[in-house]
């Protein structure tokens, strides 16, 4: 239905992707830059205005009427600012004023990467159909977004949906974020590694031991290697299945790189889900690999900007 055109932000500690987003999803322009992550808060926005300036360039850009941007977080959306864990530079950065400065003073929508994804796989992914979904991307941590009643909801933050940091394990292992036995704890890539190492695996001869080496191992039979990934999915399904209580969502999308596992975790995921999420209301939740690839970040950060009321977009702008 929409024929807008906005300029997407996919902010993260590695790369700083932007681009020209039409309303049906199409990517028409890109540009990139590495972060710099290392460097002072005002090196690492001097590479989001060089991505920026390219967009600009574009014979398109003056068709475009907002930004949208999906940032590593914490993010906060009320103040626009953003402190991504990964970016030392940036704490309490004031990203929405910076970028709509450096866009002729564009309306700027600001949200955290995992509702961005959500707001991907709303849009055109797995979650698609589904107004009450959670969204989680599992690899080196754990994050996520929700759709409740049909909308995307960030939360007055723009970080709701964060299950990586909700506690399935009330005396387990301490999570960096300062709690204990937090999913991302025991389900991250990096967990499911070291879970398996400790439990007596060993890489084969290339030495790789990320969580994809464990998952090759799992598929030829290995026990431990298939005990930890059992391990992630018991606890990746007591977050999904006290999110379904809490707000009834039907079904459960889970992307990044241990999401592509495939029935090594979804196998056990499902059977523990039927352990944890018993009340008659969340038995039929489902779960489901995503369909949103590398450009998830872009896409959602459109979405969010495409599918915004009249009365986000002015909180978005910081009122
Ligand atoms: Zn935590």
């Not at 999906?70 to 864990?85: H, K, Q, Y």
């Not at 009330?170 to 499911?192: F, Q, T, Y």
């Not at 999904?240 to 079904?251: G, K, N, R, S």
Request: hydrophobic share 45%; aromatic share 2%.
């Amino acid at each position: 239905m929409h024929t807008d055109l906005v300029a997407a932000l996919d902010i993260g500690g590695t790369k700083i992707a932007g681009a020209l987003v039409d309303g049906r999803g199409r990517i028409l322009v890109r540009a990139q830059r590495a972060t710099p992550a290392r460097e002072d808060g005002d090196t690492v926005m001097g590479a989001v205005e060089e991505v920026l300036a390219e967009l600009r360039a574009s014979a398109l850009w003056s068709g475009a009427t907002a930004v949208g941007i999906g940032s590593a977080g914490p993010v906060d959306a009320s103040a626009g600012t953003v402190s991504p864990v990964n970016v030392p530079g940036w704490r309490a950065y004031p990203l929405v004023e910076r970028v709509r400065a450096a866009t002729g003073g564009l309306p700027v929508e600001l949200i955290g990467d995992g509702v961005a994804i959500t707001a991907a796989e709303h849009w055109q992914g797995a979650a698609r159909g589904h107004d009450n979904a959670l969204c989680m991307v599992v690899s080196t941590g754990v994050g996520g977004g929700l759709v409740l009643g049909g909308r995307l909801h960030p939360g007055p933050t723009g970080n709701a949906g964060h299950i990586g940091h909700i506690s399935v394990d009330l005396d387990g292992d301490p999570c960096p974020c300062g709690a204990r036995g937090c999913v991302e704890r025991i389900a991250s890539g990096p967990n499911i590694a070291r879970r398996a190492l400790e439990g007596g695996w060993r890489p084969g001869p290339d030495g790789d031991t990320s969580a994809a080496a464990v998952a090759a191992a799992a598929r030829a039979g290995d026990p431990v290697a298939l005990a930890s990934f059992e391990r992630a999915a018991q606890a990746l399904a007591a977050g999904i299945a006290a999110t379904a209580t809490l707000v009834e969502i039907d079904i459960a999308v889970i992307g990044g790189g241990v999401g592509k596992a495939g029935e090594i975790l979804f196998t056990p995921l499902r059977a523990a889900l039927r352990n944890y999420a018993t009340l008659s209301f969340v038995q039929r939740l489902t779960v489901a690999p995503a369909q949103t690839g590398t450009d998830a970040g872009l896409v959602g950060a459109a979405a969010a900007v495409l599918t915004r009321t009249p009365a986000t977009t002015v909180a978005g702008v910081g009122g």
